[in-house]
């Protein structure tokens, strides 16, 4: 089997390296026979890459340890469901699964356009392939899956308990999708460029792929945070660790590129602006994965410094290298057709949007390079640590969080000052009498959260104005009942709809982030059996432990505490510390956390002996909206992607006459 | 340019310059100096009482822990020279002999650290490699 898996990566680099060349010539010479035989190629190579996996697969199934790999990251005792996860949870292995998904979206997208995009489909699937030749040659030359272990040992060295967690079976793979799946809108983008087709036909195509990947990109940061606040125990989710941040680089500016194509759509503008920032996207996941894997940025994830890390730093020059020169030599194609109308309009608050988006992740970009950057110029290693982006991206962010307020109120090329009266003035003044009246409670010392508050329920609420004015517009027209005319009404604009929803999910996120990061209460403390600990209006005794054995090589001591609140019992918590006596493993500790939507109680097992116990405890408001708000966002990606008849006919009619008369501009 | 350009540029500007402004405080109000133990050794002079951050390896045998598990002392090495930390707080997980950690807080008088950060370097996915890489060397 390990040869077979071996072998078929072998043979995957000889084809991707066939198919970047047989496309060229193919497209070069408008040869039909020799562009089947590369679609054909294609698909082959996805089926060496399945096979390659299955094979990996069936070694961590069957505890195949005369690999190494395999041996790493699994052993006997471990469950079938981390076995599969610990597919991922190396180096090799990620490089394996980023492969499989990636020349599955190659396949896909080639099935997608068989009958379309005819010119622009060789110089996509060229740059996917080189994108995917690139890490088939990690595999096969650098860092190989299949790499013998030098003697079999009988057991492996199992899987660090700390990534036996629901979330870590999760988190990587949705973060690869993210990942890989704005390789496709890369790949379209370059396309666009290498051909000179530059109308918004590359940005149609790949708006799904965009939405798609933008919401994989965020879940797979979400999942991590949620790791991190179940798993490490220090009763956060997110620590702006170099690694954090180069997952969440992309995704602000993968954002700012989801805004910013509905202006070229819609007006024919910012062609430049939009391909600087899918170019930017992508090269920011290529980045992120240099950073994480040279340790040439200090960071707890100490991913190891290996030389593969260089491997992704030239491939990022040739990157920044290939797709710089190529929008210089099309600046002239990509001029605008429109300027803006008005300074208040809906297309100037999404320039705004993209400033706000793009500024948080260059803060972020600088504030992880700092260390670098000053020892470049100045000799000292000095660095920023979470202070530095609480205080630069929190205003950032802020803003934006009001202009997704006022956006949606302001209509588009220019808004009258009777229009922004009218749709500004129940919102803007509920928000602001709210606000007033939740200041005294919650602003003291703590403006920024408040403001998030008062800034949120002005978002919800235009939000909400937004759906009852069209609810209402449409019953008055069909004479449907208004419960009728809510669904259709967002049936019928899947888009607007689904973007208003998914702006719902991050009200509620940014709702959860200021109220568990600014209103945190903490106490610590050592207490023998039967005392108490109290914080805020809960109190907590100590009943004692017990001691489980989930499996051979664990033993878990489990503290009981009853949980009082206002004097009344609501909870048994039970935090507790896991050994793996005869391992290398260190102990990890268990939290349990009671969550409710006002807050999460937060307990941890510090340490403990036969007559006491310490405990921290901490008190999270409102952190379980954030998650809340991540199913939210979920729910409206889905109504955004869900598949739409009228719009398809819509694009089908706006193309074919196009086609017939080529130099009309169609009005929109 | 037009008017309505004007107005373009200038909005654009102040958020750009709004971007820049709050990086620059941030980093003069936040920045910490980040040394490895030598260089924080050889500089403790000019340091005191100021923010710094280190890296190390937890020196074997040196771990003096708190019986509640929320002090120890320690002391770091860069292989090179020493530096003994004191630290209070929850201890990771992670946290034992031979492991690579980074510690945040103000040196003393008598030039040692006391810290109100430890990170341990985190469960790290990729730690076999490193193993293997640190081996060799």
Known sequence: MTTIGHFSLLIAFALSLYIIIAYWVAAKSENEYLKASCENSVYALTGLIVLSSAALFYAFVNHDFSIAYVAHYSNRDLSLFYTISAFWAGQKGSLLLWSLVLSFFSSIVSIQNR??????????????????????????????????????????????????????????????????????????????????????????????????????????????????????????????????????????????????????????????????????????????TFITRSGLIQSVHAFGETTL??????????????????????????????????????????????????????????????????????????????????????????????????????????????????????????????????????GEGHFMAWLTFTFSIFVLLTIVVEFYRGTRARSQTTGETPFTSFFTLIAKNKRRYGGHIIHIGVVLMFIGIAGSSSYVTEVQQTVKKGESISIKNYKLTYQGLNEARPNPSQISVIANLNVEKNGKLVWEAHPQRDFYPGTRQQPSSEVDIRSTLKEDLYVILAAHDDNAATFKILINPLAKWLWIGGVILGFGTLICMWPDMREKQRMMAKYSTEKTSKKQEVPV | MTKKQVKFTTGSLIIVATVFYLIYTG??????????????????????????????????????????????????????????????????????????????????????????????????KYEAEKKELTNKI
């Not at chain 1, 990587?172 to 109308?199: C, D, E, N, Q, R």
């Not at chain 1, 260059?362 to 530095?388: M, Y």
């Open chain 2, 27 to 124: 980093v003069s109000q936040t920045s910490v100096y980040f040394f490895t133990v030598s260089e924080l050794i050889n500089k403790k002079d000019t340091i005191y009482d100021e923010g710094v951050r280190v890296n190390g390896t937890v020196v074997p045998g040196s771990i003096d822990q708190d019986k509640s598990n929320l002090k120890v002392n320690f002391e770091i090495t860069d292989s090179k020279k020493n530096l003994l930390v004191h630290y209070e707080g929850i201890i990771p997980d992670m946290f034992k002999e031979n492991i690579d950690v980074v510690v945040e807080g103000t040196v003393d008088q008598k030039g040692n650290l006391n810290a109100n950060t430890l990170l341990t370097a985190c469960p790290s």
């Open chain 1, 309 to 442: 890390g260089y491997y992704f730093l030239y491939f990022l020059f040739v990157t920044i290298a290939f797709s710089t020169y190529y929008v210089i030599k099309r600046l002239p194609l990509l001029r605008s057709n429109n300027e803006l109308d008005s300074f208040v309009s809906r297309e100037s608050s999404f320039l705004f949007n993209n400033l706000l988006l793009v500024g948080i992740a260059f803060a972020t970009f600088w504030g992880t390079l700092f260390p670098l950057i000053s020892e470049a110029v100045k000799g000292v290693k000095i660095t920023v640590g979470p202070p530095f982006y609480n205080q630069v991206n929190v205003p950032i962010g802020l803003a934006l969080l009001f202009l997704m307020g006022l956006c949606p109120l302001i209509s588009w090329r220019k808004a009258t000052l009777a229009n922004l009266k009218k749709n500004f003035l129940l919102p803007f003044s509920t928000a602001a009498i709210a606000g007033a009246a939740l200041y005294p409670s919650v």
């Open chain 1, 115 to 288: 009958h379309k995009n005819r010119e622009l489909i060789p110089y996509v699937m060229i740059v996917l392939h080189v994108i995917l030749a690139f890490f088939i040659f990690l595999m096969n030359f650098s860092t190989n899956p299949f790499e013998k272990s030098f003697e079999t040992p009988q057991d492996g060295s199992g899987l660090n308990p700390m990534l036996q967690n629901p979330a870590m079976m999760f988190h990587p793979p949705t973060l690869y999708l993210g990942y890989v799946g704005f390789s496709v809108p890369f790949a379209f983008a370059m396309a666009a460029l290498i051909t000179g087709k530059l109308s918004d036909v590359w940005i149609r195509t790949t708006r799904k792929w965009t939405i798609l990947s933008w919401f994989f990109l965020g879940m797979g940061n979400l999942l991590g945070a949620q790791w991190a606040y179940v798993e490490l125990g220090w009763g956060g989710y997110w620590a702006w660790d170099p690694v954090e941040n180069a997952s969440f680089m992309p995704w602000l500016v993968g954002t700012a590129y989801l805004h910013s194509v509905m202006i070229q759509e819609k007006k024919d503008m910012l062609k430049v602006w939009n391909m600087a920032l899918i170019l930017l996207t992508f090269t920011l996941t290529i980045f992120g």
